[in-house]
Each structure stands twice: as C-alpha cells, then as structure tokens.
C-alpha cells in the first residue's frame, strides 16, 4: 500500500494485516514508554483544512510513538489565507522534504489530488462526504476486539448517512470483513441511490435493535447539510436517537458506537453514552495504534513484508545494553 485514501485501497489480506498490526501496536501504548523506533528519521505532516479533535490528536500521537517527527500544519495560519493555492501549498511543504501527509479536507477527492502533487505516502484524514479510511479500521479493530471478528456479526449504521465519509468506510471495511450492514435513518439522510451498496435499509429503528450485534450511530453533520432535511433535533431523537427507553432492547452483550463528535441527547442520550455497553471512548483509544498500524504501512520498511518492529523491540530491551548494569 503506497497510500491510504479509501478503504478500497486495501486488498483483502491487507485489511487483517492492518488490524493485525494494530493489535501488537496497541502493547506499546501500555508500556511505561510507549514509542519504538520504528519511523525514526521519517517526516509526516498532518494537513487539516477542516476541524478535528480525535483523528489529528491520534495521528499525532501515534507518528510520534512510532518516533517520527511530526508537523502540524494548519490552514488557517498559513499561506493559504493569504490566497495561496492549494498545489503551492502542498508543493512547498512537499519541497522541504517529507515522507507522508495525513490530509483532512471538506472537499471529496482532494486527497487524491495531493498524490499528484507530491512523492511523499498521502493518508486520508476524511474527505468531504467520501471516505474516512482510518475511522473505519479503528471501529472494526473495536468490534473485533470485542466479539473475535466481524464475520456474521449484525451492524445498524443509524443516522446522517448522506452526509457521513464514516458511513461509506464503514461500509466497506465492515461487510469486507463479513458483516451485514443495515441502515436506518430517515429517507432524507440516505443517499437518494443505494445502488450497488451492500446494504439493507430499514426504517424502524426498534424493529432492528433487539438482533443487532452493534448500533452505530452517526452525528447529525449540520454543517454539510442543507436546510429543511430533518424537522427539528427533538423529532429525530424521538424517531432515530438511541434513548434510555430504546437502549433497553438491545442485547446485553451488543456495542452501542459513534465515531464523535456526538450531540448528547440527540442521536444518543446523556444516560446511554455511558452505558456499559457504550465503546465511544475504546473507540477513541484504538485510533492511536490503528494509526500507528496504517503510518507503519505506507512508511515502514518493505511496507508489509517485514516483521513489525514491536517484536525486535521488545528483544532489545530485554536484553541487557552496553554499559548497563545486570
Ligand atoms: C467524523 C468526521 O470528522 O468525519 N469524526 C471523526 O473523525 N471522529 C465524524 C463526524 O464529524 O461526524
């Protein structure tokens, strides 16, 4: 894999080896110190045109935890708001020598762009309303975590799915790795075809809630959205919102999801966010060796044909150094 702008991207061992690679990444987070050597010298740049808190946070942490250095850029306090293109922008970063750009932008298909622009591997933050690659590997790495594997297991996607890059990764990553994909959102929020989408769509929520494995909700995206689509947020919650009534019917042993940022108390409420069966915050943590899993992809040496570092890593510091004691 030379970049990482959509899920297709991945053939079909790629995509366990991503999670595989996730799961020996995630004992280094809970090392005293967390970091291996693995991109030492390496340059990524993390360009994000659109608001983040979560995805650039992770993808910081997890460049500097395989040791890279990191640069963050940000469009507004750049050239850009003084006109500069965003060729010249991409082009002049480029110039100073650097080995990957993690890009965030409003506009499908500009991640895309930037591989023409530039040698450097290209991962997608999120792109308009197509495709969040990495969010969809940390939620899958989530419900693999908890249940063995995706195989079987019965998801409900609920919500914005119109407006959601989310929605069309999970997608992808999730009925790839054998699961079957209902959505449930108002007729407005679908796209208006679903042609060629591995998908069932049901309308009622509560019909689908007592059989599902994971119910995952979406943000009402206001931002993407034109007015008129929805009624009001009280109407949706009353319809679509996962309330404390409605949580009631899912299995005890089912995963209540959301990619955040989440508006409480209406796709989900206050009381349910933190149910037990709630993995919105696991959701959060697994970005960082997800993200350190796909950086070491596009940068590592011999991509997925090496061992990964963790192990010779571990090696190392079992062994006693030069100059130490014992
Ligand atoms: C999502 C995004 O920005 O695409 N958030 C995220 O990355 N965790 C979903 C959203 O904004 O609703």
């Known amino acids: 894999m030379r970049h990482l702008l959509s899920i297709a991207d991945l053939g ?33 740049v993390l360009a994000f045109f659109e608001d983040s808190t979560r ?6 942490l997890a460049a500097r935890r395989l040791s890279a250095d990191v640069v963050n850029f940000s469009a507004g306090s750049s050239s850009l708001a003084k006109g500069e293109s965003l060729r010249d922008t991409v082009e002049t970063i480029s110039a100073m020598g650097i080995d990957a750009i993690v890009v965030r932008h409003g506009s499908s298909g ?3 762009q930037i591989t023409s622009w530039t040698d450097a591997a290209v991962v997608n933050a999120g792109d308009g309303w197509h495709q969040h690659p990495t969010q969809a590997l940390l939620d899958a790495f989530t419900i693999r975590r908890h249940f063995g594997d995706l195989d079987g297991r019965r998801i409900a996607l ?14 992808d990553a999730f009925t790839r790795l054998g699961a079957e994909v209902v959505l449930v959102a108002p007729r407005t929020l679908l796209p208006p075809d679903l042609e060629g989408w591995p998908v069932k769509v049901e309308p009622d929520l509560d019909a689908v809630l007592p059989d599902v494995d994971v119910a995952y909700f979406l943000r009402i995206q206001n931002e993407r959205m034109g ?20 949580a009631k019917q899912m299995r005890p042993d089912a995963l209540i999801m959301h990619p955040g940022p989440m508006n409480r108390g209406v796709e989900v409420d206050p009381e349910v966010a933190d149910d037990p069966r709630s993995v919105v915050l696991d959701q959060v943590t697994h970005g960082v060796p997800v993200r350190m899993a796909v950086l070491f992809s596009v940068l590592g040496p011999g991509q997925f044909d090496q061992e990964p570092p963790v192990d010779q890593e571990t090696k190392a510091r079992q062994e006693p150094q030069a100059g130490e004691e014992g």
Do not use: M, W
């Open 110 to 112: 500009v991640p895309q």
């Open 55 to 60: 995805t650039r946070t992770s993808f910081d």
């Open 227 to 246: 007015r008129g689509l929805l009624p009001s947020n009280r109407e949706y919650r009353a319809s679509y919102g996962l309330t404390v009534e409605r």
């Open 158 to 171: 609920c919500g914005d799915i119109q407006h959601s890059r989310v929605a069309r990764s999970n997608i």
């Open 12 to 44: 079909a061992d790629e995509l366990h080896r991503v999670l595989d690679l996730a799961e020996e990444f995630s004992e280094v987070q809970s090392r005293d110190v967390p970091k291996v050597p693995a991109l030492r010298g390496r340059t990524v």
